[in-house]
């Protein structure tokens, strides 16, 4: 298979969501797909198991590869080391609800699976079971990416190039200036990294445009951007140990995450991601 999925289960997440975008994502054709069940404890029942069984039946039922694994352990480490040993083209992990493996707070598993991850993860945090249109295609039309001008977070471009050329996406690069005191900071140097980046995508033959803004508060701006332009898919790399000042520091991130209603491919290794078509 060029592609490999695994779908970390608890039983919490909305199976037709679930269905809905990794159906969407990838070609049948190319893609396996591995549900993983992962119990915590030796005494604690696989509560996920028949949730995993439904969505197995309705995955293999539409015609795709799909197989099932349950490990015994901890989630974090479970999930990274199956990912690993597959290996994984992408994680694709929902944060619908309030509780298991979706709860997204400081130290959660989703958040400590992205430190940890060999591959990009797709996060599913919509409070909606389907796009606000009602598509059951093209779900990915506009993808914000949003960039602090650093080589890291620019890591992403390499996953964005691939899945907007698969899903024949319009790409928005986006960019909120820092503070002005911030020492490691040189607008002029960042305007025309962007620049460059936007070019490069552009001739690859994406449609591509770059916005910055001038607010220092880039959080609220990703968030914003993403209701005002009607966006589809952030994308985005992850990186907290080379500066508290950073735009795309890990907090940023995990803000992002929490209260996005969009979903997110997020990329927090330096090394180029694989391919996901």
Known sequence: MENTILLPLDGSESVEEILLYVTSITPREATGITLLTVIPDKDTEAGGDAHAGDIHEALGTAGWSVSRETRMGDPVEE??????????????????????????????VTEQVLKQSPCPVFILHSTRAEPADQRTENLFRRILV????????????????????????????????????GKDYNRAAVKEAL???SVKLANTGLKVSLDMSTYKRPIREILGKIDEMNIDLVSMATHGASGARRALDESVTAEVIRHSNCPLLVWSAEPQCPPVT
């Open 79 to 108: 999930i990274v080391k199956f990912a690993i040993l597959l290996p994984a083209s992408m994680l694709l992990m929902s944060t619908h609800g309030r509780s298991g493996l979706e709860r997204v707070r400081a130290g959660s």
């Open 146 to 181: 949003p960039l602090d001008g650093s080589e890291i977070s620019a890591s992403i471009l390499v996953c964005v190039e691939r899945f907007a050329k698969a899903h024949d996406s319009e790409v928005i690069l986006f960019h909120d200036e820092m503070d002005s005191d």
């Open 195 to 197: 620049q460059d980046q």
